[in-house]
């Protein structure tokens, strides 16, 4: 996370699968009726992750962020995708306090508003090339209707001078207005709210409104040409009552039948149109569609199994406290959730192309062949759950009702008159004639009138702001305070006085000397201002026998000029002490030095600060001195410029001691730095611990060090972590080094080594390492013995000295560099043993020896021996072929199986099957794949042959023809390897299928042998 001032807060490691979303402000809503109203606004990126985090840093973490919980940020889970790496504010985060030493952080971050401009790249994002199933129909409306078939005479078109009655209807801007008023003249319908009442759009123009209930009518066919003025890929019309649709383009010519009446036609397989297309819908009688969409139809995943649909129902069934039950049947609506499998790296484009139709109707797609996952409307709520490689898409998608058409207005031709009201219930009588609103004059009210209340009322409020008595209540009550806090700060202020001047001028009651000095200069160099402040305190006694001084020196210098400033700050803080004690004298000094400086001009702006603190003793007693001191040192800086920007710190801790004995010295060094510029981004940390002794004793020496790096550029990332750790004692040295690597998403490596070593003698290396190439990986061990130990039982695997060992139980296997009594064995079972020369021919349960011998004590035996393959290819010349395999010589079995069906449809009354068909396949043999034997032949026969015919003219006729074929083949080839047996057809044909607007037929093909030999 980085702030706006720069400060970058690491809170931890993101573990798997984060969620991303978005919160939509656009404005939905559906009425009980089912009537949706759409406002289009902007929204905001969302992320919940789950990080995990040292235990340690666990109270830092918290006060960083309950820091910036009303600040926004750069919230980054992973800068490789947007949807994880923006601006927002944290909404919530918990820390659970897990077994140390890791805890984890969850956070959920809300991005600041966005209008949601997205430039989709393209491409589907289903997993390994896959083809998405979820698929998103994005509708265009820069399209131009240059022709129809449908005339738009409704109603005449508005005439600004007629006058219109209640209820009269007529055509403003392709749509149609009802008159809410009578002597409706010169009222524009489109702006005059409360005059007309918008009943929707025309007969040609209802498919084009994008709403469900209104359709375009037509006798016997509808045709339209549109040009796309913007590219589209898909075609889809809803609520189409018809016998076929028709759609043209360049290259693309197409025919199809809804499935149901009414139902759907899609045609998804468009190429990229940018240019005039036509529709056409036809059938026997009456056509009519309910929406016509055209877009680009674009993927969001694979959809898992088990999508879930149902409908939103808006009718009332209300039952009263007798069991009444009212029922009244409104409008309904599709709604969906699917799941769907998404490629990582595509997780923004899918989200793009979402947030995209946030207030746009849009026709999602489940699954192609079904209408209820297939709808029209809103997506609800989406999240993507964000793996290593592949993603999860969860998307709620809910529908548009179909709206009732809005029935004309029923106008009675003559006025109720007053007298015509009937006075029939006496708890609410009519008025009399002439009465008035409210309250007449003079009404007691209070033993008053209402006009004397009203009066009163009216004089108080011109007198008296209610604001103004509380603003004077409060502004009486600070004054109070203030006061009383005042004659507090007065009467401490005297005595705060005295203790002052006690404390300058005496130490544990002696007098003492003091100086103080305060500059303050100002003055303008050329074209710099300047200014400059000293501020110095110093304080001395002593008794004769021991002395101390103590002093802080405090400077500050600022300088401006019209194209630079900078600022400077020292600090130093000096305490000394020397006494004297039976001719041992003993120094002691203290001190802190601090500072710090600033400097911006026009293309850059740094910072400094460093901090010093120091303790000494040195102590001279009978001419041996000895030294001590400890040390702490930090330092940091800053710098930005207009392309990059830099920040370092660096503390060192240390402490020594120097003798005559020995010397002793101990530290600590802590290093970081980031730098970022306009293509590159680089993080550093360093730590270093060392501890030595070295005297005429001995010389010993330990060290811990550890590094860490992160770069990321445009040409690469690297992210490394190294740790160190060496001893030394006299000359001999051990270390370990553990490495963890990453370099562009792409290769990974972990590994450790240890080296030991000693004087005039070679390095002894060890360790292991784990690499992956971004192509393969591979796990390595340098060790003089490798191990694998159960605890619980002793089983164990072992590999050194050029040979394996695998113990379990009781039973022992061991292979590789010759073993055993005479060294006779390459691989040997049996009991197990305490040494390799305890291996014999007599104790072996089987063995290989190095002369390629082998023994099995025990009998030998195979089992069943199976070879099966199936093909699934679409051919007259489909065949498979199993193998090769190794016959024992046994009487081998083969079954022979294959199947072809086709099925298709066709205009109701028009289907037959006529002729016949059928095939011979050939069942042959091989040992080298080339040269082929004939073993035997089976046939293929029409088992089925179908034609179905409803009846009804509106239903398709149903055609299905299959043929089939089955046999067993006995064959002793005797003992054999590298055996090939291959099933193929080698005769094929079918009988004519004949009918009116076929469609395209689906064939399916199965050819499938089964070799099984007893043993």
Known sequence: METDDGRAIAIGATESEPTVGIVDYSRRETDDFGVTTVVPRDFARTMSVRVKVPSENVDQIQRDLASLRAKAALWVADDRFESLSFRGYFKEFSIDLAIPPVSFCTLTIEGLVEGGDFHDPGGDPAPANAVSSLRLLQP?????????????????????????????????????FESAADNNQGNE?????????D???????????????????????????????????????????????????????????????PGMVAFLDLPDVIEAFTVTITGPGAVSVGTLLFGQLVGLGITEASPTAGITDYSR????????VTVVERAWAKRMNVRALIATDALDVVAGRIARVRAIPSLWIGDEGRESVTIYGFFKDFSIAVGQNVSTLSLSVEGLSAAAKIAPLQVDPGDVSWGDIVDDDPAHPKPQDGATVGAPDGTAVGGTTASNVIAALLALGSVTDPDDIVGGALALIDRTKNHALALFEAQMLGEERKARWERLTHLDGKEITTRVRSEISERIDGDIAIVEMVNEIEAAATDGVAAAMAAISDEASVRASADAAETAQRELAVSLVQAHIDDAVIDLQAAILDEATTRADADSAETMQRELAISQLRSDVDGEIVDVMAAIGSEASTRATADEAEASAREALAASIASDLADVNAAIINEASVRASGDEAEATAREALAATLSGDIADVSAAVESEAIARAAEDGAIASDLSAVQTTVDGNTASVLMLMESVDGLSAQWGVRIVREGPGGAPVVSG???????????????????????????DRYEFGDGRQVIVGGSVMTISGRPFGSTDQFLEWTGPVVSDLSQCTEANAIKYVDVSGNARFNGSLSSGILKNEGTSTTVSPSAFIVVGPFQSMGAPINVNMSASFTREQTADAGTASISGAGGGTLALEWSSD?????????????????????????????????????????AWTPGALSGVLIRLRWTAFSQPTINGTNMTFPVQTQRTSVIAVEQP
Do not use: C
């Open 140 to 176: 265009v409306t820069n399209i131009a209707l240059r022709s129809s078939s449908v005339d738009e005479d409704d109603y005449p078109l508005w005439d600004d001078d007629a006058n219109y009655d209640l209820g009269a209807r007529v055509i403003r801007m392709h749509r149609i």
């Open 768 to 794: 292991v390492r784990l690499n992956d190439n971004g192509e393969e990986s591979d796990f390595t061990v340098m060790a003089d013995k490798f191990r694998v130990y159960s605890d619980s039982s002793g």
């Open 929 to 969: 794949g080339d040269n082929w034997t004939l073993l035997t032949t089976i046939g293929a026969n029409e088992t089925e042959r179908l034609v179905v015919v409803d009846g009804d003219p509106t239903v398709r006729d149903t055609i299905k023809w299959t043929m089939a074929a089955a046999g067993t083949f």
């Open 317 to 324: 069934k209300e039952t009263d406290d007798f069991g009444e």
């Open 199 to 261: 009943i929707g759009a025309t007969n040609r123009w209802a498919m084009f409104d994008q709403a469900l209930g209104s359709a375009t009518e037509a006798a016997e066919a509808i045709t339209v040409t549109l040009v796309a003025l913007d590219p589209i890929n898909a075609v889809a019309l809803l609520d189409v009552t018809a016998h076929s649709v028709r759609v043209q383009a360049e290259g693309y010519d197409r025919t199809l039948s809804p499935t149901a009446t």
């Open 189 to 197: 319908p489109i702006a005059a709210a409360g005059l007309w009442i």
